[in-house]
């Protein structure tokens, strides 16, 4: 399975910074294209929900998981006489 970290890398490296990079220069050229400038703001845009996804994502996991939704319970307890003891279902 492929690590969140290392996507949030390639999509932060990689095309947002191209369309950064293309932001910028297009806003301080001299002849400023605007219609490349709303489609570069657009797929930036686009790209930013994508993250935005994948962010909720790893934190609706992270709060499952905290949470008890996602990883085994514990389903049985009890207290003897050397201590607490619990069995876990997996």
Known sequence: MVNAGCVFLVLGVGPL??????TFDEIAADDTDHERLAELNKKYGM????????????????????WGL?????????????????????
């Open 17 to 22: 910074h191209k369309f950064t990079a293309g």
């Open 47 to 66: 790209l930013s929900l994508v993250e935005l996804v994948l962010m909720v994502a790893i934190v609706a996991t992270m709060s499952g998981m905290r």
């Open 70 to 90: 996602l990883i085994p319970t514990v389903v049985h307890s009890e207290i003897c006489t050397s201590g607490f003891t619990a069995s876990i279902t997996i």
